[in-house]
């Protein structure tokens, strides 16, 4: 028996535990606890945002989305010299492009060789911010030169190879990177503020990924793959099909990804990232869960969709604090120990974890 009112009591304080622990600045960290996590990425600033919109926290997602457009706008410069350099000058070094992740109040730290270079988190912050801005009837006109700015980077690199969702493989193109990309760059459109050119650069751009991913991104089966040329899935794909709508998940392409990541890495509940996972030993990922939740509310598989809520819930600790990750199982336990030595037991709270669980419960109408 799934138990709602332990759910939308999980929801509630996954609202206050976001709020609790956004810094003053409007940035959320990764996880309060966690050394390498107190920082601010936008892939999962975005998500955490996304949660606290939807779950009633307004004001909080809205100062995030601010904090956003001010890191940008204070890097308008080194942006546009980046759009600006012909395509037939060398690739810029990684650590000329944007970081992933900055300090909470807005700077960068590249003293320990963070794996900084990632697009992602780029598009997924112009998704959330339409959500947002739709959803709150705020005026988007206050965003316009940041959308613009992130615009002109993505369609000028949205096909360079950079470090995925997991900060692995810089030497690839990712699909789930793209599709990312995607869906930000339609939903910058969907916000009205760019000029006609800036619009024409975002829907060419749109074309070339729908291209690259149809010549090059796909698997024998018509499934998304993880890399153009790779046979391997990924769960982080399931994004391409909600929410960034790379692929409709009810159509034979969606269809097939979601079965690829449903036979590699649906175990009971929970989802694992891939299969030579090897991260704390590579347990399953609640944030992915509310991944594939999402997509089989969209499907009409709300029963299946519960139970990938339930299933978050149950990783919840007494207090209420939702991990990063669970073992048993994990796909190679004889890689866990190495993390814990490096890095401490596995990060909690994850303020990503708490995001998605209030995206899926809004979603299937369990804190309504």
């Known amino acids: 028996m799934i138990d709602i009112s332990r759910m939308r009591a999980l929801a509630g304080g996954a609202v206050e535990l976001i709020a609790r622990h956004q810094h003053p600045s409007g940035a959320y960290p990764a996880c309060p606890t966690f050394p390498v996590y107190r920082y601010s990425w936008f892939r999962d600033?975005?998500?955490i945002a996304e949660g606290a919109s939807r779950?009633?926290?307004?004001?909080?997602?809205?100062?995030?989305?601010?904090?956003?457009?001010?890191?940008?706008?204070?890097?308008?410069?080194?942006i546009e010299e980046l759009v600006a350099r012909p395509r037939t000058a060398p690739v810029p070094r990684h650590d000329e492009f944007l970081p992933a992740r900055y300090t909470l109040d807005g700077g960068e730290d590249h003293t320990d060789g963070w794996w900084n270079f990632q697009l992602d988190g780029y598009g997924t912050w112009l998704w959330a911010l339409s959500e947002h801005v739709r959803r709150q009837g705020a005026d988007p006109s206050r965003y316009a030169e940041a959308v613009r700015l992130t615009v002109r980077y993505l369609a000028r690199f949205h096909d360079t190879p950079c470090y995925d969702w997991w900060e692995e493989h810089p030497e690839q193109v990712?699909?789930?990177?793209?599709?990312?990309?995607?869906?930000?760059?339609?939903?910058?459109?969907?916000?009205?503020?760019?000029?006609?050119?800036?619009?024409?650069?975002?829907?060419a751009a749109r074309r070339d990924i729908q291209a690259l991913v149809a010549r090059h991104?796909?698997?024998?089966?018509?499934?998304?793959?993880?890399?153009?040329?790779?046979?391997?899935?990924?769960?982080?794909?399931?994004?391409?099909?909600?929410?960034?709508?790379?692929?409709?998940?009810?159509?034979?392409a969606g269809r097939a990804t979601l079965a690829s990541v449903e036979r590699a890495l649906v175990r009971d509940h929970g989802v694992h990232r891939y299969r030579a996972d090897t991260f704390y030993g590579g347990g399953r990922w609640p944030v992915l869960a509310a991944l594939l939740g999402w997509v089989y509310a969209r499907t009409g598989r709300p029963d299946e969709a519960l139970a990938q809520l339930a299933w978050m819930a149950s990783t919840a600790d007494g207090a209420g604090e939702l991990p990063e990750q669970v073992g048993d199982p994990l796909l190679h336990p004889e890689r866990r120990e190495e993390w814990v030595e490096r890095w401490g037991e596995v990060a909690r709270p994850l303020l990503w974890s708490h995001g998605m669980f209030l995206i899926l419960a809004d979603e299937l109408g369990v804190t309504r």
């Open 45 to 47: 600033g975005a998500f």
């Open 55 to 78: 779950g009633g926290d307004a004001r909080g997602a809205g100062r995030f989305h601010d904090w956003c457009a001010g890191v940008l706008t204070a890097r308008a410069g080194r």
């Open 174 to 203: 990712h699909v789930s990177t793209l599709g990312a990309v995607f869906g930000g760059l339609g939903s910058a459109l969907d916000l009205g503020v760019l000029s006609p050119r800036d619009q024409e650069t975002a829907d």
């Open 217 to 252: 991104g796909r698997l024998p089966g018509g499934g998304l793959a993880k890399w153009p040329g790779s046979d391997t899935v990924d769960a982080a794909l399931l994004a391409c099909l909600v929410p960034f709508g790379l692929d409709d998940p009810d159509g034979a």
